[in-house]
């Protein structure tokens, strides 16, 4: 098997385990065993959990930087960049990833070190700073229509996606499509 295969297969079974029991809830042996590897395996890549737990948040921001660039950088329509939210969303919750890693880590938020509560911090604030973008921008061409500051809109939207990920995962799917259609109304978009 390839190095970097493994360490993708590695860090996609530690984020499942993470979301399924929580940072604190799984060893290196719950990764190790079902991917048919020896834990040395793992610490060859990631010494030790806090480790994994960087190239985890890594994979995610990186992942965010790839997908705003491109509108960060030139601006466009505001639309097709929140619709393109709700699709990564919902592909994420199908693809078995119900909860997203910031929701995943404020569980254990406590129990990070520095470096970690930094990298997620990023995260959040690129985020919120992608979807105030968005919403700016939205505002600026009459695409949505919202009261109040964009930023505060984009956190409560963040937070909301990620509230109703959490009961889609206890409920059902049915839960984010009907968050995403009240957000759509709540920024005044009329399909």
């Known amino acids: 098997m390839l190095v970097g295969s493994t360490r993708d297969q590695i860090i996609n079974q530690a984020f499942q385990l993470m ?15 079902p991917l048919g590897i020896k834990n040395a395996a793992i610490h060859y890549h990631f010494p030790n959990k806090m480790d994994l737990l960087s190239a985890l ?3 995610n921001h990186q992942l965010l930087r790839e997908s705003t660039s491109e509108f960060m950088a030139y601006g466009g329509p505001a639309r097709p ?18 909860i997203c890693m910031v929701g995943a880590l404020a569980v254990d938020y406590n129990d990070l070190n520095d470096k ?13 700073s992608w979807v105030t973008k968005v919403l700016e921008t939205g505002r600026a061409q009459d695409e949505f229509s919202f009261e109040g500051p964009a930023k505060r809109k984009a956190i409560s939207i963040l937070a909301t996606i ?11 799917m049915d839960i984010l499509e009907s968050i995403f259609v009240q957000i759509r109304t709540d920024l005044g978009i009329n399909d």
């Open 19 to 33: 979301l399924q029991r929580g940072l604190n809830g799984f060893s290196y042996r719950d990764i190790s065993e």
């Open 57 to 59: 948040i890594a994979e």
């Open 81 to 98: 960049q929140l619709e393109g939210l709700f699709d990564y969303t919902m592909n994420q919750c199908q693809c078995g990833r119900p």
């Open 116 to 128: 970690i509560k930094l990298a997620n911090d990023s995260f959040i604030k690129d985020s919120v």
């Open 162 to 172: 990620q509230g109703a990920r959490q009961m889609a995962r206890v409920d059902s």
